[in-house]
């Protein structure tokens, strides 16, 4: 678990660099298939320059650019017409703007006036998952009795209490964290910092959907467990919801 936000290491700048050129191989390969009107790498290109000069939260920007690329190639592999008014930054603002109104949908929880706005709706939304759902999904795995899947749970309290529980005061160790470095005013450690919170969230969300699929396995047709495999499948779905919200892609594998 960790302890500060400064301290970590993300390979941030690893990650996003590798992204970007599989992006612009993606949008070249997309453009000798379908035309450059739609897979326009140069307008790619200039809304990442514009984000670098915005000093714009790349992880952010990056989910929302891999967003509007997915749904390009969705509507093309459709045959969804674009009618010819719409340029790709037309198209491209609008999926972002989707994107962006999913993430308001969940409740903001305003801990800090610098904090990136998609951390205070991450945080709202892994608090209202953890109070309202996890611990009816909690009790159905333990009942399961996989020593695997309990050891699982234990270290995802760990990881729930650090991320969204109380500890002194009004906000956890991690929201503390956060708070702390973004009160140090240096704009990297802040960017780095916002990068962390929002990625270990995406993780603990990502850990939660994997124990919840490996008790789905576990209970199988036994009798028995039926009625807990359908009530796990409904906040499997909800937890889902969340994930493709927040765009909790991978972006190393991207």
Same mark, same amino acid.
């Given at each position: ?11 941030? =700048? +690893? ?5 970007? &050129?599989?992006? %612009? ?6 453009? #000798?298939?379908?035309? /450059? ?98 611990? =009816? +999904? ?5 009942? &399961?009795?996989? %020593? ?6 234990? #270290?995802?309290?760990? /990881? ?84 493709d919200d927040f765009r909790f892609v991978d972006i190393r594998d991207y």
């Amino acid at each position: 678990m960790p302890s500060s936000f400064r301290k970590l290491k993300p390979s941030r =700048k +690893v990650d996003i660099d590798r992204a970007i &050129l599989k992006l %612009k191989s993606l949008y070249r390969k997309y453009s #000798d298939m379908y035309g /450059d009107r739609i897979f326009n790498l140069r307008g790619f290109e200039k809304r990442y320059h514009d984000a670098l000069l915005k000093k714009m939260n790349l992880l952010v920007f990056l989910n929302a650019e891999i967003s509007v690329f997915e749904e390009l190639r969705r509507r093309v592999e459709k045959s969804v017409r674009f009618p010819e008014e719409h340029r790709y930054s037309d198209v491209a603002d609008k999926i972002i703007e989707e994107n962006l109104q999913k993430i308001k949908g969940y409740r903001k929880i305003d801990f800090h006036p610098d904090a990136e706005e998609e951390a205070t709706h991450l945080l709202g939304s892994v608090t209202d998952f953890y109070y309202g759902s996890w611990n =009816k +999904v909690q009790h159905i795995l333990r009942d &399961l009795g996989v %020593k695997a899947v309990s050891d699982a749970l234990f #270290d995802l309290e760990n /990881d729930f209490t650090y991320f969204v529980v109380p500890v002194r005061g009004l906000y956890s160790r991690a929201v503390d964290d956060y708070m702390r470095v973004l009160g140090r005013k240096i704009p990297r450690e802040s960017e780095n910092a916002s990068y962390n919170f929002i990625k270990f969230g995406g993780i603990l969300l990502n850990n939660c959907m994997k124990v919840i699929n490996d008790g789905l396995n576990c209970t199988g047709d036994a009798d028995g467990f039926k009625e807990s495999a359908s009530v796990l499948m409904h906040y499997r779905t909800e937890l889902k919801k969340i994930i493709d919200d927040f765009r909790f892609v991978d972006i190393r594998d991207y």
